[in-house]
């Protein structure tokens, strides 16, 4: 069993940045893919960024591609989601989300096990 829990999340300008961390429970952290969704107001959850096991591999929404970087610390059991150039459009909660496996996952919110309870940004214009 696998506790995440986000933070990071606040009202910002757009153009800065922000970055949300996702401390986990467990000693198995290092084994776990994980990922990062978020969901807007009146819209369906949908997939931001994913990394592997150790951070060598990464993968991300089109929306948000140069923009946000993905990473880990897995001595700190933390996922990261640096978050520059923010658009009003990048308003959502955002939720990270482990995988039973070692392997990156390419999007699907099916494939993560475990969900934390998110972190609100809001980007205003």
């Known amino acids: 069993q696998v506790q995440l829990v986000e933070s990071g999340g606040g009202l910002v300008q757009a153009g800065n940045s922000l970055r949300l961390s996702c401390a986990a429970s467990g000693r198995t952290f290092s084994t776990y893919a994980m990922g990062w969704f978020r969901q807007a107001p009146g819209k369906e959850r949908e997939f931001v960024a994913a990394?592997?096991?150790?951070?060598?591999?990464?993968y991300y929404a089109d929306s948000v591609k140069g923009r946000f970087t993905i990473s880990r610390d897995n001595a700190k059991n933390t996922v990261y989601l640096q978050m520059n150039s923010l658009k009003p459009e990048d308003t959502a909660v955002y939720y990270c989300?482990?995988?039973?496996?070692?392997?990156?996952?390419?999007?699907?919110?099916?494939?993560?096990?475990?969900w934390g309870q998110g972190t609100q940004v809001t980007v205003s214009s």
């Open positions: 990394s592997n096991w150790d951070g060598g591999s990464t």
């Open positions: 989300a482990a995988r039973g496996r070692p392997g990156i996952g390419v999007g699907s919110q099916d494939e993560y096990n475990y």
